[in-house]
Structure formats: C-alpha cells, structure tokens
C-alpha cells in the first residue's frame, strides 16, 4: 500500500512545488512507484513534470467532483519516470463547489483508494493556503512534509499550520503526522538562515530533516524545461540534495 505525504505550508513560494516535483523524481530514481497528485490551480507539478496543463482532457478536478477516475486522469512524466494526477486553473473552481458534496474533505482520499496498491508513494502538491483543498490533501495523508525557508516571519506562519494538522488529526484523520520539516533555498552565509535553522532545530528536534536543500539556481532553470530539476543536472548541489533527502524519507518511514 501506498505511503501517502502532503507536501504542504499556506506561505506561497516556499519551495513546495520544487520539492514535490524532485522528491517524486528522486524517489523514482530509488526505483519507487510515485504518483504526484497536482493539487494547486496554478498547475506548477504538472508543468514541472513536463505535463501541458493547457491540454489535458480531464483533471484531479473531475476526479474530486466525482466526474473522472484517477486511472483515467493520470498522466506519465516521461522525464520523472512517475506517474502526475495533473491539474490546471480549472480546479479552483472545486473549492466553492466541493461545499455541496458529501464528505467533501475525503474526496481525495477516497479517489486514490482505488490505485494505492500500484504505488510506494503519492505525494501530494498542496496550495498556498489553508483551504479545502488543502484539507483534502491532509485528510487523505500518512503525513505532512513541510517545506520552509530559514527566515524570520517563517516561523510565525509555521504554528498557522501545526494547529491546523493538530485539528485535522484530531477531528479527520488519526493516521496524519507530521513527518518533518524541510529547510529549503538554504543560503549558509546568511547569518539570519543559520539562526532560524537553529530555532527549529531546538523546537522541533528530530522533526527537523537533515537533509538541507541550497538556493541553486538550477533548481529554478528546471520546470522551463518541463525537467524535475534532479534529472535536468543531476550533478547539480539542489539535485543531489534532493535525492538525499528522498533516501532519508524511505530511511524515516521505515520506522512508521
Ligand atoms: P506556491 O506557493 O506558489 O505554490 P511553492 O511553495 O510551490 O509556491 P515553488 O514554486 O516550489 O514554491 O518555488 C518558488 C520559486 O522558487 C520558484 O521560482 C522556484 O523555481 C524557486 N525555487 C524553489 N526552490 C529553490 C531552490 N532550492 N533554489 C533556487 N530556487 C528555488
Ligand atoms: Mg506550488
């Protein structure tokens, strides 16, 4: 059965794209079955997985309004070697008619029921913003991955968000942890990211991976290219330090 993790933070550009889009690279390098759910209008995982949101017939809108299946929506990343359930501007029109349905925060997980068996891992790319949405990816989750950049106001959002989990735990989701807290567009000479990087260390202890991602440029070069960014220059600081921190999730779930 399929480990499922939200990659999520309701900070707009923190990294969670970038991180769902080469974690599923690197995972799939590791020789995972990956499937990434698109969970954002703004369709970047889909693009960056080399998918055209502009052309695609059904969406994970359909499957969330119960019009399509995930069998039929999903997609190939012929440049991830994963599996994309894709989205595109279509899908924000979901959140104000998922009010009607029924159990409208499980839609999500009810939809991937049907292919967890042929996966390790689904990732989920979540929006920026603590919507529903976003509770459909964390009530579908195992666990919450939580990208952030070592700066001051990260801090103060991040209890936005660990309340929130803490909720969704309690009320919808028993099996839903957080599975930890990833530093990205780390920049070692700047003496406030050292800082704040020691702050999360000392609160959230072992929650904090140890993998560390560098702002690198490469990184950012990729989805132009329709690339996960750990298969447009493997060399590269930014793609070895994903394919790190894909090897620590698999050591870290283990002991799930
Ligand atoms: P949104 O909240 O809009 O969905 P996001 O949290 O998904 O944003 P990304 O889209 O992954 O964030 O990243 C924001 C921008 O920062 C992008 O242009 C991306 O290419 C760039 N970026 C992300 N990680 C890195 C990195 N490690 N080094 C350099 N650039 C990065
Ligand atoms: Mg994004």
Not at 36 to 46: E, R, W, Y
Not at 75 to 85: N, Q
Request: proline share 4%; net charge neutral.
């Amino acid at each position: 059965m399929a480990k499922i993790f939200c990659v999520a933070n309701q900070k707009g550009g923190v990294g969670k794209t970038t991180t769902s889009v080469n974690l599923a690279a690197g995972l799939a390098k590791i020789g995972q079955r990956v499937l990434l759910v698109d969970l954002d209008p703004q369709g970047n995982a889909t693009m960056g997985a080399g998918i055209n949101k502009a052309e695609l017939e059904a969406t994970v809108y359909q499957v969330l309004l119960g019009l399509a299946d995930v069998k039929s929506t999903r997609k190939h990343s012929e440049t991830g070697k994963f599996d994309v359930l894709p989205a595109n501007r279509e899908l924000a029109g979901a959140e104000v008619e998922m009010v009607e349905l029924e159990q409208r925060e499980k839609r999500l997980k009810n939809a991937l029921a049907e292919v967890e068996a042929e996966y390790d891992f689904m990732l989920i790319d979540c929006p920026p913003a603590l919507s529903m949405l976003t509770l459909n990816g964390l009530c579908a989750a195992h666990g919450v991955i939580i990208p952030m950049q070592c700066e001051y106001y990260a801090l103060e959002g991040l209890s936005d968000l660990v309340n929130t989990i803490k909720i969704v735990h309690a009320k919808l989701n028993p099996d839903l942890k957080i599975i930890g807290l990833l530093r990205v567009m780390f920049d070692p000479r700047v003496t406030l990211s050292q800082q704040v990087s020691a702050q999360l260390e000392q609160h959230f202890g072992d929650k904090v991976f140890k993998a560390i991602i560098p702002r690198n440029v490469r990184l950012a070069e990729a989805p132009s290219y329709g690339m996960p960014g750990v298969v447009f220059d493997p060399s590269s600081k930014g793609a070895q330090a994903y394919v790190a921190f894909g090897t620590e999730m698999v050591e870290r779930i283990k002991s799930m």
